[in-house]
T-cell receptor, first 112, second 112 residues
Framework: GAGVSQTPSNKVTEKGKYVELRCDPISGHTALYWYRQSLGQGPEFLIY????????DSGLPNDRFFAVRPEGSVSTLKIQRTERGDSAVYLCASSITGTGQFFGPGTRLTVL | QKEVEQDPGPLSVPEGAIVSLNCTYSNSAFQYFMWYRQYSRKGPELLMYTYSSGNKEDGRFTAQVDKSSKYISLFIRDSQPSDSATYLC????????????FGTGTKLQVIP
């Protein structure tokens, strides 16, 4: 398919562990976004990339969260020293100018 | 107070009814308005993308924006059971690459 893909679909980890979540955007989309969605809430902005650089990382909750997009396509969201409060669905989206953002299916992260 | 307010529902309607969903917002800088549909355990799917005030129609869906009242609506005509989902309003102050602010979503159930 030509949509946004995210892996893994589910991730269960223990408190204190490190996790990486991957996003493959739609081909040709230069903008890539990460959001976090808690149960019963709308997606909450974390960070967006314009090409390889993070154009706005104002939504990252603290320095345990970090994201990269080294070649301007695939992105990885990294969470260090996970906490139970990090449990949520992590959504990735991509876009081009003048359109809305197109979302992937999300990664459901559970921190035990 | 949240920047975007949306009644969480749930909203139950009989098949064939006209559904009205709405959001209010406080940030007058918002100019781009979107509606997303999200099925359970799926990523949000873009339904409508509009700029500034006015109406936009796409099939059974009509989006309305009233910037003077900071109020947006989504109407669904001839509602179908397959429309049962959570509907998220979203908005941004730029049509380019910018973070989007979401409402909490309204859960809709269309009863056959």
């Amino acid at each position: 398919g030509a949509g946004v893909s995210q892996t893994p679909s589910n991730k269960v980890t223990e408190k204190g562990k490190y996790v990486e979540l991957r996003c493959d955007p739609i081909s040709g989309h230069t903008a890539l976004y990460w959001y976090r969605q808690s149960l019963g809430q709308g997606p909450e902005f974390l960070i967006y990339f314009q090409g390889t650089g993070a154009a706005d990382d104002s939504g990252l909750p603290n320095d345990r969260f970090f994201a990269v997009r080294p070649e301007g396509s695939v992105s990885t969201l990294k969470i260090q020293r996970t906490e139970r409060g990090d449990s949520a669905v992590y959504l990735c989206a991509s876009s081009i100018t003048g359109t809305g953002q197109f979302f992937g299916p999300g990664t459901r992260l559970t921190v035990l | 107070q949240k920047e975007v307010e949306q009644d969480p529902g749930p909203l139950s309607v009989p098949e064939g009814a006209i559904v009205s969903l709405n959001c209010t917002y406080s940030n007058s800088a918002f100019q781009y308005f979107m509606w997303y549909r999200q099925y359970s355990r799926k990523g949000p799917e873009l339904l409508m993308y509009t700029y500034s005030s006015g109406n936009k129609e796409d099939g059974r869906f009509t989006a309305q924006v009233d910037k003077s009242s900071k109020y947006i609506s989504l109407f669904i005509r001839d509602s179908q059971p397959s429309d049962s989902a959570t509907y998220l309003c979203a908005m941004s102050d730029s049509g380019g690459y910018q973070k989007v602010t979401f409402g909490t979503g309204t859960k809709l159930q269309v009863i056959p």
